[in-house]
């Protein structure tokens, strides 16, 4: 109980459990708002790593879909000419695309 004073003492007893009562809850709050803080951080956390991941999948895909169409774009012609001009197994040929002066 308080001290004697000229406010009832119902009251200022009713104030000071009040008080009493936010400051022993507040470890329990504060513990609270830590544990929400640090689950909220590693859910962005994983999120960010499951973006990225789907992120580097779109990368490395279009990287094997721009080497897949270099390769068929290579003209067969070429191919065969080079390769026998390596071996030395055949003459070397020239083939042009239509291009005056582009042989290969």
């Known amino acids: 109980m308080a ?5 009832n003492d119902q ?7 009040a008080n009493t009562e936010v400051l022993g809850g507040a470890p329990a709050v504060a ?3 830590l544990f929400v803080a640090t689950g909220q951080a590693l859910s962005n956390a994983a999120h960010n790593a499951t973006n990225n991941q789907q992120q580097s999948y779109v990368t490395m895909q279009a990287s094997t879909t ?15 000419s080079a390769t ?6 055949g003459t070397k040929t020239t083939r ?5 002066g582009l042989h290969y």
């Open 3 to 7: 001290f004697p004073t000229a406010i």
């Open 11 to 17: 009251i200022t007893d009713s104030v000071a459990q």
């Open 96 to 100: 042009t695309r239509g291009v005056a």
């Open 84 to 89: 026998s001009d390596i071996d030395g197994s």
């Open 31 to 33: 513990m609270g708002n």
């Open 66 to 80: 721009q080497a897949v169409s270099t390769l068929l774009s290579i003209d067969t012609a070429s191919d065969g």
